[in-house]
């Protein structure tokens, strides 16, 4: 199983970035993918979350409002739009999936099976 992230770049604060996640491996099926990040010195934080079979999707504090995810089912990806970016948004950006994501584990790193390689996000004040 893979993940193959895509996307990541430069933006200006205010600009918008879209990072990609596809998840080959045939056997595999995920319940959710979603995306983490993190910044130099920082811990992995949260970004969001969405399940394969529901629209409901799942965001962290820092991002609400601001960045939106979806998912291409067939093409078992996973998109998260980006807008207002600001200079703390710089990380970079990894996607999971997992087979087991409940609503009490969204946000815990351990509860997803595979990670893609992380994609670089760089917003300039």
């Known amino acids: 199983v893979q993940l193959q992230a895509s996307g990541g770049g430069s933006a200006q604060a205010g600009g918008s970035l879209r990072l990609s996640c596809a998840v080959s491996g045939s056997t595999f099926r995920p319940n959710a993918m979603g995306w983490f990040r993190q910044a130099p010195g920082k811990e992995r934080e949260f970004v969001a979350v969405?399940?394969?079979?529901?629209?409901?999707?799942y965001y962290g504090n820092s991002v609400k409002g601001r960045f939106t995810i979806s998912r291409d089912n067939a093409k078992k990806t996973v998109y998260l739009e980006m807008k207002s970016l600001k200079p703390e948004d710089t990380a970079v950006y990894y996607c999971?999936?997992?087979?087991?994501?409940?609503?009490?584990?969204?946000?815990?790193?351990?509860?997803?099976?595979?990670w893609g390689q992380g994609t670089l996000v760089t917003v300039s004040s």
């Open positions: 999971a999936a997992g087979a087991g994501v409940i609503l009490s584990n969204v946000a815990n790193d351990r509860a997803y099976d595979y």
């Open positions: 969405i399940r394969m079979n529901s629209n409901n999707p």
